[in-house]
């Protein structure tokens, strides 16, 4: 089977520095090549801006007449827009915090965006539970089919040291922005006995800062290379991951991979096994601090328990989000679309 997966014209894939679609696609065709398939990444970047996914989406359907395909399967709203315009068959995956998050007019719009692009798509792959039922609530029939299949991590790149574990080294890995609400997690720690280091761009200086003032023993990184990255994983102890809206962290899934017990938020809902291979904390601010600190102090104290967290969740990141198994979803996925639409 030959895939196209199409990007969104704004950042390079593979990414050359922070970037979590773009991350995805990369793993995601390395991984359909793995299992014996075509997998193609058309992605056109011009200036790196947001608002280049719409020129690029206008010149899709000349670009695809140089393709040969069985299957087209997008990732983003204004691309999936422009492929249902020009009549193209296509599966569209959503990667966005809109369904759930919408404080602004560019949120509703691009809320907006994401419903039509589902209700035009030939099948709907939604990454989580919540989300596919969050579609089916928000989204005017008739409906394609929708599937839950989330993306994966290969648990090679992933893997825990434990010889090298203290106790005492919390990691959290994405964007340094408001919405992670990373300030809670260095309010929670302090007093804990754990130091936070945060991996991740810093696009916000003045909330960096009001991060740092939050609690004495945080660090911010700030960018790193896979290599790094995959080191601090290895030899971190917990990840802490506070954000409020998420459809599904890649951090969080290699977190789980690396044999590191997860304390979240609400965006951890489904992912994280409750009390198995971490804690899914919940209520306003003061009782996301207050448990993420008893959760730590749980942590840091019992080797015993990060241990047997930790072995847990390595097994369900290899048994639910491994890269073979997921292709092996999309490619159910694929293959219905390609039978009903025939080759182009």
Known sequence: MRVVLIGGGVHPIPPTGYGAIERIL???????????HEAVILNRVRRQRMRDEYPFAWELPRLLRRERYDVLHAHTPVVANRLAFSGLPFVYTSHSRHWFYRERLSHRWGYWLERRAVRRARAVIALTEPLARTMRASVRPPLPPIQVVPFGVDP??????????????????????PFKRW???????????????????????GYAASVRRAGPAVELLGEVSPAELERRFAESDFLVHPS??????????????????????????????????????????????????????????????????GESARRVAVERYAWP???A????????????????
């Open 244 to 309: 409020q809206v998420e459809i599904l962290s890649a951090a969080v899934i290699e977190g789980l991979a690396a044999g590191l017990p997860v304390l979240g938020g609400p965006a951890v809902e489904g992912v994280v096994d409750d009390g198995g291979t971490g804690w899914c904390l919940r209520g306003d601010d003061a009782a996301l601090v207050n448990g993420l600190r008893d959760r730590a102090r749980e942590l840091v104290g019992n080797a015993t328990l990060r241990r047997s967290m």
């Open 329 to 344: 979803q999309h490619l159910e996925v694929y293959r219905t679309v390609a039978a009903a639409q025939g080759p182009v």
């Open 183 to 205: 300030h809670l997690a260095a309010q929670a720690l302090q007093g804990t006995g754990a130091t936070l280091r945060i991996v991740g761009p810093i696009v916000d200086p």
């Open 156 to 177: 090679d790149r992933f893997s825990p040291h434990w010889e090298v574990r203290s106790g005492t080294n919390a990691l959290g890995v994405g964007v340094v922005a």
């Open 325 to 327: 198994r997921v292709v």
């Open 26 to 36: 990369t793993d995601l065709a390395e991984a359909l090549r793995a299992a014996g």
